[in-house]
């Protein structure tokens, strides 16, 4: 009876230590069933070239101050020192018309329009570089920049020392293309009227350009 008691103790003793090894083993790391699998496209950016010169035209629309605003088309030189700075030389050509005068008999100018010529030398600089997509899959380097500078406006048989100030955006649609959009402000002294005084005419114009 004895041996048969410490038998059915002994097959319990068995059965507790298994179950009780059965539950402290860790249970294997179950496999995930779904990967999540995401597949990015490749977008291509065209930059800048440090060190590169730059030749464009340039259309716009420029108003002089107390006279009308009239079309100006110019051609512009520039060179990049980097790929965020450049150096600028422009010349532009537009009219300047005193018809508003001459409805009440006081003609400013020998004829109705006068040509405009511009010179100027200014340096710009990049800032908030950026990209504008177009297409899923292409992507146009952008950026805003401020640019300012010094020249020389000749109109009505006067040469007027010019300062400029503006700020504009530039696109690239290509590597070796540059889209521009800006808004200059030119100032220089006029006594046109009869009275010497500081001018502020603004020009708003669009730029195509190449880098070579």
């Known amino acids: 009876m004895r041996r048969l008691c410490r038998g059915i103790v002994a097959a319990a003793s068995l059965c507790w230590g298994l179950a009780a090894a059965q539950v402290l083993e860790p249970e294997p790391d179950q496999e995930q069933v779904i990967r999540p699998r995401v597949e990015r496209p490749e977008v291509t950016v065209p930059a800048i070239n440090v060190d590169d010169f730059e030749v464009g035209i340039a259309f716009g ?12 088309a110019g051609l512009r030189f520039s060179y990049h020192v980097t790929a965020d700075a450049f150096i600028e030389l422009g010349v532009a050509a537009s009219t300047v018309s005193d018809e508003r005068y001459r409805r009440f008999g006081l ?7 006068e040509a405009l010529l511009r010179y100027d030398v200014s340096v710009a600089y990049a800032f908030l570089p950026g990209e504008v997509f177009v297409s899923e899959n292409r992507a146009l380097r952008s ?13 009505a048989d006067e040469e007027q020392f010019t300062f400029n100030v503006g700020l504009g955006v530039r696109v690239l649609p290509a590597e070796d293309f540059i889209v521009r959009v800006e808004l200059r402000n030119y100032l220089f002294e006029s006594d046109l009227l009869g009275r010497n005084e500081l001018t502020h005419n603004l020009e708003l114009a669009g730029a195509l350009s190449y880098l070579f």
């Open 61 to 72: 629309l420029l108003s002089i101050e107390q006279f009308d605003s009239n079309l100006i």
């Open 143 to 155: 950026s805003f920049f401020a640019i300012g500078g010094i020249g020389v406006t000749e109109f």
């Open 107 to 113: 003609p400013i100018f020998a004829d109705q329009e």
